[in-house]
């Protein structure tokens, strides 16, 4: 099966059933590290849910990165924190836990892109999750929540 296909199908149910297995196979082995680069080229995609199922697997990669692959596509990661879907956001912001525990040296790119976060564009009804969200992102490193 193709993979990057899967992550992509029309029917949302069964490409998250897939985003989940692969997230658990990513928890496991560093058997899809291989495919970091095609989960990075879903940030592309049209669709927030496939760009939001890129990202997570991107950062599900972070304790086999050997290579710095997170680092070298880091900028273009966190351009994901400024989607216009509140629950993408917030996705996001709970698989960049995974980087935080295992890329330390990654922690202030995402600093950086958190203090400069827009939340006014988003419901009043989201705002608070979004903040509460980057708030347990920041107690994993240290930092108390500024917002």
């Given at each position: 099966?193709?993979?990057?296909?899967?992550?992509?199908?029309?029917?949302?149910?069964?490409?998250?059933?897939?985003?989940?297995?692969?997230?658990?196979?990513?928890?496991?082995?560093?058997?899809?590290?291989g495919n970091f680069e095609d989960f990075?080229?879903?940030?592309?995609?049209?669709?927030?849910?496939?760009?939001?199922?890129?990202?997570?697997l991107a950062c599900?990669?972070?304790?086999?990165?050997?290579?710095?692959?997170?680092?070298?596509?880091?900028?273009?990661?966190?351009?994901?924190?400024?989607?216009?879907?509140?629950?993408?956001?917030?996705?996001?912001?709970?698989?960049?836990?995974?980087?935080?525990?295992?890329?330390?040296?990654?922690?202030?790119?995402?600093?950086?892109?958190?203090?400069?976060?827009?939340?006014?564009?988003?419901?009043?009804?989201?705002?608070?999750?979004?903040?509460?969200?980057?708030?347990?992102?920041?107690?994993?490193?240290?930092?108390?929540?500024?917002?």
């Amino acid at each position: 099966m193709n993979i990057v296909a899967g992550l992509q199908n029309k029917n949302n149910t069964e490409a998250y059933q897939l985003l989940l297995l692969l997230e658990k196979e990513s928890a496991e082995s560093d058997a899809l590290y291989g495919n970091f680069e095609d989960f990075v080229g879903l940030l592309k995609n049209k669709s927030s849910f496939v760009r939001t199922r890129g990202f997570r697997l991107a950062c599900a990669q972070a304790r086999w990165d050997v290579e710095d692959k997170l680092a070298a596509n880091m900028e273009m990661l966190l351009d994901m924190l400024d989607d216009e879907k509140p629950t993408a956001v917030r996705q996001c912001l709970e698989a960049l836990q995974g980087v935080v525990r295992y890329k330390p040296q990654l922690v202030g790119d995402i600093e950086k892109r958190l203090d400069t976060m827009d939340l006014k564009k988003y419901k009043d009804s989201m705002r608070p999750l979004i903040v509460a969200d980057m708030a347990a992102l920041r107690e994993m490193y240290g930092k108390e929540s500024v917002t």
